[in-house]
């Protein structure tokens, strides 16, 4: 029987869903190797949060083993309970919704978004905020920890790193107003229909004549967190009179699950598209907020900031209680992992596909790969006049310095897959900062860098370099690719905790 004590509020009616057997549908027990993996994992992923989180640790509240196992087993039967109805899933799982979900989370999804915060002061106090609150003054605009005061300079960062969607927050970005019209009418001047606009805000400022202005400078969506004003609509009532595309944006809050339950009708029917919730979690600058209401927080591998499991309760349960209820408005649970695994990942490939070398690649999660063979100088040799043989082109092949490694593109390593040498496989975090050694030039003439660090090193034998070739060229091979459940469990047996380096996980993040 479920421990209905460990979960809050709303959560207590998790015994609904007791009739749901999760026991072959969402864990993937059995596999001695992999289950070691994970305990593992775990082990680590514990001392890593305590090590993040060092200045709060004992004041938050965790879950004991037992605990954990009990909400694991209650968020799974919820989920197969939403599986088995009209929920949609993406991102692999990490992400869940009915309906449809906005352009803007759209191209948050595929690693083709960029957050711009326009500034950093605003008008209200929430206790979940994350952010530093205390500041005074204001900080320029920034996109991923870059300075961008000059919008045509955010422009040409926009193009050259790929970017379909921007949402502007802050602070709160109306705040300044003159600033964020000139940042709209810059991207849609140069972009068009090309890049979606969408903005966040709390609503205090909002009104007609600024709606009018922001439509005619081109923002495409808008988008209103209500908890500020007790769950009140009547400004997300008077953007939908303005704008096309309106969402409401909040935060899953336990204690507020009726309250919002009650706007979702009222929602529907002056013209809100998307209902979209995010999961709590804690910082150094909201933590006492959180712990004061007795929250139950997770060791997850983001480390920081730290999730708050009754918040992932409470969002899977309002979408419960939508497809029960038949709503029509669609709702977006936009979980924590979920952020981490494709916010992040989608940041190093923007800045992988910048700084890699032809001989290297880049992995689904973002990291950029390279397989350097080890071996004597005279097999080297004789893997570069084969290379030469069989076409290769000279910038998918490289020496190291001392010519001690061959590095290859994995794409041409069949040809060498005679040779006894070992092979080195290094991972590379890549990302774009204002100042370093490896400089990039935007059009507007601004300097950027591309800074690598290596995140895992591991050498392989010749019979386990094959095996990793034979994954990384499955689907042309005819065999297990990373593309397969059997292809990842081979992976991760390889290759360890390195094999977190390789692809994105499937579902939401153990309970622990």
Not at 304 to 317: D, F, G, K, N, R
Not at 361 to 367: F, H, K, R
Request: proline fraction near 4%.
């Amino acid at each position: 029987m479920l421990r209905l004590e460990i979960l809050t509020g709303p959560c207590s009616f998790i015994h609904r869903f007791r009739d749901y057997d999760t026991r072959d549908s969402l864990t993937n027990e059995g596999r001695c190797p992999i289950l070691l993996q994970k305990m593992h994992d775990r082990q680590r992923h514990i001392e890593n949060t305590r090590q993040y989180v060092g200045w709060a640790y004992p004041d938050l509240k965790w879950f004991t083993e037992q605990e954990a196992a009990a909400a694991n087993e209650a968020r799974d039967r919820l989920l197969l309970y939403l599986r088995t109805g009209a929920a949609k899933r993406a991102c692999k799982g990490s992400k869940i919704f009915t309906g449809t979900i906005s352009p803007g989370c759209v191209t948050c999804g595929e690693g083709t978004w960029s957050c711009l915060m326009l500034n950093s002061r605003c008008t209200a106090r929430c206790f979940f905020c994350p952010q530093e609150r205390t500041v005074k003054g204001d900080r320029p605009p920034a996109a991923g920890g870059i300075a961008f005061e000059d919008p045509a300079e955010y422009v040409d960062y926009l193009e050259r790193f790929g970017i379909k969607g921007v949402g502007i927050s802050g602070g709160e970005p109306l705040l300044a107003f003159n600033r964020l019209l000139s940042f709209i009418r810059r991207i849609k001047g140069s972009f068009g229909s090309g890049m979606y606009v969408w903005l966040y805000t709390n609503g205090d400022l909002l009104d007609g004549p600024k709606l009018e202005r922001l439509k005619e400078a081109g923002l495409d969506e808008i988008r209103l967190d209500i908890v500020h004003r007790k769950y009140s609509l009547r400004r997300v009532e008077i953007a939908c009179r303005h704008m096309h595309n309106v969402t409401v944006e909040v935060p899953a809050i336990p204690e507020d699950y009726q309250r919002l339950r009650e706007c979702i009708p009222r929602m529907q029917r002056i013209g809100v598209k998307h209902l979209n919730l995010h999961q709590l979690h804690a910082t150094a600058h909201n933590y006492k907020n959180l712990t004061r209401r007795n929250y139950t927080f997770l060791h997850y591998p983001s480390n920081y900031p730290v999730p708050v499991y009754e918040s992932e309760m409470t969002a899977l349960m309002q979408l419960t209680e939508a497809i029960d209820g038949r709503v029509e408005l669609p709702i977006n649970y936009c979980s924590h992992i979920y952020k981490y695994r494709y916010q992040n990942s989608g940041a190093r490939r923007r800045a992988a596909a910048q700084g890699r070398q032809g001989f290297e690649s880049i992995t689904e999660a973002g990291y950029i790969r390279r397989l350097s063979l080890k071996g004597p100088s005279r097999d080297l040799r004789r893997a570069v006049r084969t290379l030469r043989d069989a076409g290769c082109p000279e910038a998918l092949y490289a020496y190291n310095d001392a010519k001690s490694e061959l590095s290859i593109h994995y794409s041409y390593f069949s040809s060498v897959s005679d040779l006894p040498c070992d092979l080195v496989l290094r991972y590379f975090d890549v990302r774009v900062s204002s100042q370093g050694r490896h400089p990039i030039q935007l059009e507007s003439g601004r300097t950027l860098y591309i800074e690598r660090q290596l995140a895992a090193m591991k050498q392989l034998d010749p019979a386990q370099r094959n095996e990793l070739l034979g994954l990384l060229m499955g689907d042309k091979g005819g065999g297990d690719s990373l593309q397969t459940d059997s292809g990842r469990h081979r992976m991760a047996m390889l290759l360890g905790p390195s094999a977190a380096l390789e692809f994105i996980e499937e579902g939401l993040a153990e309970i622990y």
